[in-house]
């Protein structure tokens, strides 16, 4: 017998393997190739108080082993996502984590206080998107920043409050100690790295907003050192996120001390690559003989 329950903040997930935000929608579109209760969560696509459109010009881009993205955020706001989105996610059995964005503390805090009242089961707080101008940036970048907007959001939040830390923050260790000094209940790393592509032929960036956000297999040894790094410097659960594209790579950061991952730009390139994940896990498990995922976690 093997047990792939994982508990973060007395939330149980059936296994350890969650749709990243972005990547993933609503679930709805996946719906379709697989049931979503086999997740052991999802986190939803950014949430702001306010409906966003979102960027304009090209908005994804293939680069050498990932994908950029500037989206900026397009999404139905906080009340379109409770009407619209909320009915349906909650058929699905499954931990719905609802990820927030935002561009000032104000916005954050209320976002959240409507989510308060609503079935969610926890609330993801990005304070880190490259690839929108104004605000979201900014707070992920300096520690004392990051320290005012979560312990904000900390007073007003009822659920358990995961906050996603950037890889572009000025030392990510300190960021994670000060987000958990702030009131964090668990953190979530890393997100996109801040990067750009160029139009060789137009002479122009490709992204409207030049600075896009990047993603997938080439940022995967960044994000386990980092992940590696905060899970021994910080005593709550960690969520590691980055390039996981299979079973050996889920493995790897709860190695290094994820408590669970999140599966992001591999969703593109196979829809079922989570559940494809969740039984390599299972069969590995099996396999080597391991009961339990916490006899494995931060083994290293």
Same mark, same amino acid.
């Given at each position: 017998m093997i047990e792939t329950k994982v508990n973060i903040c007395e939330v149980e997930f &059936?296994?350890?393997?969650?749709?990243?935000?972005?990547? #993933?929608? /609503?679930?709805?579109?996946?719906?379709?190739? #697989?049931?979503? $209760?086999?997740? +052991?969560?999802? $986190?939803? &696509? +950014?949430?702001?108080?306010?409906k966003r459109e979102g960027n304009e010009g090209i908005r994804i881009y293939e680069t050498t082993g990932g994908l950029l993205n500037s989206i900026g955020l397009q999404n139905p706001g906080i009340e379109g996502f409770i009407r619209e989105e909320l009915p349906f996610l909650e058929k699905q059995d499954t931990v719905i984590i609802a990820n927030v964005g935002g561009s000032t503390i104000e916005d954050y805090v209320k976002a959240v206080e409507k989510l308060n009242e609503t079935s969610i089961d926890m609330i993801e707080l990005n304070i880190s998107c490259p690839n929108v101008k104004e605000g979201g940036m900014a707070f992920g970048i300096k520690a004392e920043t990051a320290f005012e907007v979560v312990s904000q959001v900390r007073k007003a939040c009822k659920k358990p409050l995961i906050v996603k830390l950037s890889p572009n923050a000025e030392?990510?260790?300190?960021?994670? &100690?000060?987000?958990?000094?702030?009131?964090?209940?668990?953190?979530?790393? *890393?997100n996109t790295f801040s990067a750009m592509a160029i139009?060789?032929? =137009?002479?122009?960036?490709? /992204?409207?907003?030049?600075?896009?956000?990047?993603?997938?297999?080439?940022?995967?040894?960044?994000?386990?050192?980092? *992940?590696? !790094?905060? $899970?021994?410097?910080?005593? *709550?659960?960690?969520?590691?996120?980055?390039?996981?594209?299979?079973?050996?790579?889920?493995?790897?950061?709860?190695?290094?001390?994820?408590?669970?991952?999140? *599966?992001?730009? +591999?969703?593109?390139?196979?829809?079922?690559? =989570?559940?494809?994940?969740?039984?390599?896990?299972?069969? /590995?498990?099996?396999?080597? +003989?391991?009961?339990?995922?916490? !006899?494995?976690?931060?083994?290293?």
């Open positions: &059936k296994n350890p393997v969650i749709a990243a935000s972005g990547t #993933f929608g /609503f679930g709805r579109e996946y719906s379709e190739y #697989f049931p979503l $209760s086999r997740l +052991g969560g999802i $986190s939803t &696509k +950014g949430l702001t108080l306010e030392n990510i260790v300190n960021m994670a &100690k000060s987000c958990v000094m702030a009131g964090a209940d668990a953190l979530s790393l *890393v139009d060789i032929k =137009s002479r122009k960036p490709v /992204f409207d907003n030049i600075i896009a956000g990047l993603s997938g297999p080439c940022i995967k040894p960044i994000a386990l050192r980092m *992940v590696y !790094e905060v $899970s021994r410097a910080v005593d *709550v659960p960690i969520v590691g996120i980055g390039g996981i594209t299979n079973y050996k790579d889920a493995i790897e950061f709860i190695m290094a001390g994820a408590w669970a991952i999140q *599966v992001g730009s +591999g969703n593109f390139i196979n829809p079922n690559i =989570s559940i494809e994940i969740i039984e390599g896990i299972e069969k /590995f498990m099996l396999d080597e +003989g391991i009961k339990n995922l916490e !006899e494995i976690r931060g083994i290293i």
